[in-house]
């Protein structure tokens, strides 16, 4: 059974910027695939985290206009998203 962890977001934050480090400094090719997965995974849910956070931005809008302005970024952002995994 797969159980889930809270981190703060700070920590999640510098995970995913150490990984982007090690990308540029090369790693081991003997743990590119575990590497692979682990980054893209990080990747997909700090999209999907900004995403969730776009999306409250349309529920708690004040106006109409605000509302709409969400929208239309949360959006963009999901087509950026679907066209980046």
Known sequence: MAQNVKIP???FSQIIDL???LVSAGH???IAYDYDNVYFALLKKRQSLELREAYAKIIYADTEDARTEARIR???EKRFNDDNF
Do not use: G
Request: hydrophobic share 40%.
């Open 9 to 11: 977001m700070q920590l």
């Open 19 to 21: 990984l982007e480090h």
């Open 28 to 30: 081991d090719p003997a």
């Open 74 to 76: 949360y959006l963009q």
